[in-house]
């Protein structure tokens, strides 16, 4: 089946700092690319929508100048936590619509700002 | 507009006994439904999916869900716990296939020896 990448799958930074994490299709192109964002203990939910070669679609109340998506080749969407704060820590997980509308899951990235 | 509703947060279910995780939905046309289960600290993967054929859909891991339209329903069931699925397990519901999903908030299964 198709595999979507996520990279780095921990990363820990201080307060202040920019993060950035990169979302890959392996073995598929991908137009399409969606952020989640997941608390502990609590669902999925969506942050943005991921165009290649356009702007990405935000969804009310996510920042869109603090969570900057770029979405550069058919294979690679990646997502910058700009200035973090400890609130941004979370687990943030991509996904990827493959041949058939098939959406496919990243393995997550755990975000933990100091 | 669209919603999951996943009834009760936290199961517990004996090992070798019968799973049941409930899951409402609802959406103003006809939906394509998908349960996905998490392990810690990983991504989602896909148990099965609803896109408008059979009602009774079967996946991995042997389980099922059946889909229920005058319930709005799409409950995911196993005949029989193993230690290995314990986890958490989310609904999600789509419009249209390849577009957003909404997730439910989740059910956490546990398997009791």
């Known amino acids: 089946g198709a595999v979507v990448s996520q990279h780095p799958s921990r990363v820990i930074c201080k307060s202040g700092t920019s993060v950035k994490i990169e979302c890959r299709s392996l073995?598929?192109?991908?137009?399409?690319m969606f952020w989640y964002r997941q608390f502990p203990k609590q669902s999925l939910m969506l942050m943005a929508t991921s165009n290649e070669g356009s702007k990405a679609t935000y969804e009310q109340g996510v920042e869109k100048d603090k969570f900057l998506i770029n979405h550069a080749s058919l294979t690679l969407s990646t997502l910058t936590v700009t200035s973090a704060h400890p609130e941004d820590s979370s687990f943030y997980i991509c996904?990827?619509?493959?041949?058939?509308?098939?959406?496919?899951f990243g393995p997550g990235t755990r975000l933990t700002v100091l | 507009a669209q919603s999951v509703t996943q009834l009760g947060s936290h199961v517990s279910v004996s090992e070798g006994a019968l799973v049941l995780l409930r899951c409402n939905y609802s959406?103003?046309?006809?939906?394509?439904l998908f349960w996905y289960v998490q392990y810690p600290n990983q991504g989602l993967q896909l148990l099965l999916k609803y896109t408008s054929a059979a009602t009774l859909v079967k996946g991995i891991n042997g389980f099922e869900a059946e889909f229920k339209k005058s319930e709005t329903s799409f409950h995911l069931t196993k005949p029989s716990a193993h230690m290995s699925d314990a986890a958490e397990y989310f609904c999600?519901?789509?419009?249209?296939?390849?577009?957003?999903?909404?997730f439910g908030t989740g059910t956490s299964l546990t398997v009791i020896p």
């Open positions: 073995d598929f192109q991908a137009t399409t």
């Open positions: 959406s103003s046309v006809p939906p394509y």
């Open positions: 999600a519901v789509s419009e249209v296939t390849g577009n957003q999903f909404y």
């Open positions: 996904s990827a619509i493959g041949s058939y509308d098939e959406q496919f």
